[in-house]
């Protein structure tokens, strides 16, 4: 991966507390695992910032090289690698996620 990729990507995932590499962007996702991450974000109440890895296809792959991780989306929270969608949704599922957000200062509420 390019330096400037790289210093791109770092940039991205530093630029909130929350941040989701996705296909699409959170109001139209382009992928139903980039959805399902949405999903979880907005049940939550979480407040997130995403990044479309389509408009940019070095980020798109040197995403995945950032992280040692195959596949998008990518969730990251205070700087920190989470995981994709199947990791998402199972952390949420077993509230692991809800602890983790709060661990980390992050208010998640699940909405009615």
């Given at each position: 991966m ?16 929350v941040?989701l ?5 959170p ?36 995403i995945k090289e ?12 205070k700087?920190e690698?989470v ?15 809800t ?9 998640a509420?699940?909405?009615?």
């Amino acid at each position: 991966m390019e330096e400037q990729t790289r210093e791109h990507i770092q940039e991205e995932v530093s630029s909130g507390d929350v941040v989701l590499f996705m296909k699409g962007t959170p109001v139209f996702p382009q992928c139903g695992f980039s959805a399902t991450v949405v999903q979880v974000l907005n049940h939550m109440g979480v407040t997130f910032k995403g990044v479309d890895v389509l408009q940019d296809a070095a980020v798109r792959e040197g995403i995945k090289e950032f992280s040692s991780w195959p596949t998008i989306p990518q969730l990251y929270v205070k700087g920190e690698f989470v995981g994709c969608c199947d990791i998402i949704r199972e952390m949420f599922e077993t509230g692991e996620l809800t602890e983790l957000l709060s661990t980390r200062g992050i208010d998640a509420q699940p909405q009615g």
